[in-house]
T-cell receptor
Framework: KNQVEQSPQSLIILEGKNCTLQ??????????LRWYKQDTGRGPVSLTI?????NTKSNGRYTATLDADTKQSSLHITASQLSDSASYIC????????????FGGGTRVLVKP | ETGVTQSPTHLIKTRGQQVTLRCSSQ?????VSWYQQALGQGPQFIFQ???????GRGNFPPRFSGLQFPNYSSELNVNALELDDSALYLC???????????FGSGTRLTVV
């Protein structure tokens, strides 16, 4: 069964500090991996997307890494801001025509002043 | 993100009723997926439509059904509502064959 597991489930950090979120997956065949930011009660907004051949991708203060061999990804947030408080969801897309998405449970990040 | 609009934003229904949720996608987005997201959890895949035909379905009962229209809009219909159907329902669309899904803001359904 295709699964995506994220850790930690929740995280509290002080404004200005860095943090790293983890994502492990067992989706096969693999097409791509995305990180989304989701504010409470809103739809997910894409931060990064990586294919099999990509190891690192940045979007401002967000940097995602992918190790396709170990099936692990991380999202690093640099110099956190209060607006970074949200859930961060790792989503893996299956290869093939359907391109079905498998979602992780998310990591809830709270940035405190 | 812009381009995918869901309506209504909030909805309250009574157990046993039927509900229709709507999603309007960007022009050219011929693939649309629907997801159910319970509070504090990741979205669960309900089904996907490509060019107006269902081409993928998750572990949801037949009372969850959908339609996709030629104008890139779609519907999610849920019959015989149950209390556990209370959730945020998301639609996401893309141009078939590309990577980029765009999500709507969701419809918050509460069943009482």
């Amino acid at each position: 069964k295709n699964q995506v597991e994220q850790s930690p489930q929740s995280l509290i950090i002080l404004e200005g500090k860095n943090c790293t979120l983890q994502c492990n997956y067992t989706v096969s065949p693999f097409s791509n991996l995305r990180w989304y930011k989701q504010d409470t009660g809103r739809g997910p907004v894409s931060l990064t997307i990586m294919t099999f051949s990509e190891n690192t991708k940045s979007n401002g203060r967000y940097t995602a890494t992918l190790d396709a061999d170990t099936k692990q990804s991380s999202l690093h947030i640099t110099a956190s801001q209060l607006s970074d408080s949200a859930s961060y969801i790792c989503v893996v897309s299956e290869g093939g025509a359907g391109n079905k998405l498998t979602f992780g449970g998310g990591t809830r990040v709270l940035v405190k002043p | 993100e812009t381009g995918v609009t869901q309506s209504p934003t909030h909805l309250i229904k009574t157990r046993g009723q039927q509900v229709t949720l709507r999603c309007s996608s960007q022009s050219g987005h011929n693939t649309v997926s629907w997801y159910q997201q319970a509070l504090g959890q990741g979205p669960q895949f309900i089904f996907q439509y490509y060019r107006e035909e269902e081409n993928g379905r998750g572990n949801f009962p037949p009372r969850f059904s959908g339609l996709q229209f030629p104008n890139y809009s779609s519907e999610l219909n849920v019959n015989a509502l149950e209390l556990d159907d209370s959730a945020l329902y998301l639609c996401a669309s893309r141009i078939g064959g590309t990577y980029g899904y765009t999500f709507g803001s969701g419809t918050r359904l509460t069943v009482v």
